[in-house]
């Protein structure tokens, strides 16, 4: 009787909170994208409330294009914050007619490479490229086509890496958890398991050290030449180089724990 209870109430939090869902297994970067979502659940009513009021002052003759434009950016920022969690509490929409049936061991082992080798990469070059686009918005002070409309829309526009680098934070930690289920997840293990990304990331960091140092030490040059300089060539060949050096280095010390221990 005492099981029959707990399996209940385990289905009923499942239906109502996915956030507490395995929440055992949970890092801080899980309870991060879960306590940073379900703040971002409150956007829902007062998105509701906006429509409503946009609806009836319409009728009475008196359009807000503000509020127009607040639907948007409630609506646009509160569903890429749900992006991040449904990611975290594995309650995006799946195809899974195969998946399903599979074993635990086999399905952890198919999540971590589509989390470290299809959605980690994709969630990278976005967050790359949004960071310049905010960037734009930022400096252009871009703001609404209506003249009553909001004008900061730079505002909105620049919580859009910010929003990325979240969903790239519950990636990670998603490919970790399934890593603990098949082997121990060090540090060499996990550049393996998201290796595309880690191999993006790293060349991201070694292009921008360069840009600005060559922008800093040369500030006669175009910016817009900046990265046709020769030393941006290596970037990702010295990516490619420290990934292989964590590899090898963490390899080597865990084979030499082993022995030891053996």
């Known amino acids: 009787m005492p099981d029959r209870s707990l399996k209940a109430i385990d289905q009923s939090v499942a239906i109502s909170d996915p956030g507490e869902v395995g929440r055992s297994e949970h890092t801080w970067v899980d309870r991060l994208v879960v306590g940073v979502a379900n703040i971002s659940a409150w956007l829902f009513p007062l998105l509701m409330v906006a429509i409503v009021t946009q609806v009836i002052i319409r009728k009475m003759g008196h359009n807000q294009a503000w509020l127009d434009d607040a639907q948007w950016w409630i609506y646009g920022f509160a569903m890429m914050v749900g992006f991040a969690y449904a990611i975290t509490t594995n309650s995006h929409v799946r195809v899974d007619i195969l998946h399903q049936h599979f074993t635990p061991l086999k399905q952890a082992r198919i999540e971590i490479f589509g989390l470290g080798w299809l959605l980690l990469p994709f969630l990278g070059i976005m967050t790359d490229i949004l960071i310049h686009y905010a960037w734009s918005s930022i400096t252009a002070r871009e703001g609404s086509d209506s003249p009553n409309g909001l ?28 890593m603990r289920r098949v082997m121990e997840p ?31 030490s040369n500030p006669e040059l175009n910016p817009r030449r900046i990265n046709r300089e020769p030393i941006f060539e290596y970037t990702t060949y010295l990516a490619l180089a420290v ?12 084979r030499s724990v082993a022995g030891k221990d053996a």
């Open 243 to 254: 990934i292989v050096a964590i590899i090898v280095v963490g390899y080597t010390k865990q």
């Open 186 to 216: 060090t540090l060499w293990k996990k550049v393996i398991g998201a290796l595309p990304f880690v191999w993006f990331a790293v060349d991201r960091v070694f292009y921008y050290i360069f840009y600005w140092f060559t922008r800093l």
């Open 151 to 178: 004008h900061m829309l730079f505002l909105l526009k620049t919580t859009l890496p910010l929003i990325f680098l979240l969903s790239i934070m519950a990636a990670w930690a998603v490919m970790v958890r399934n």
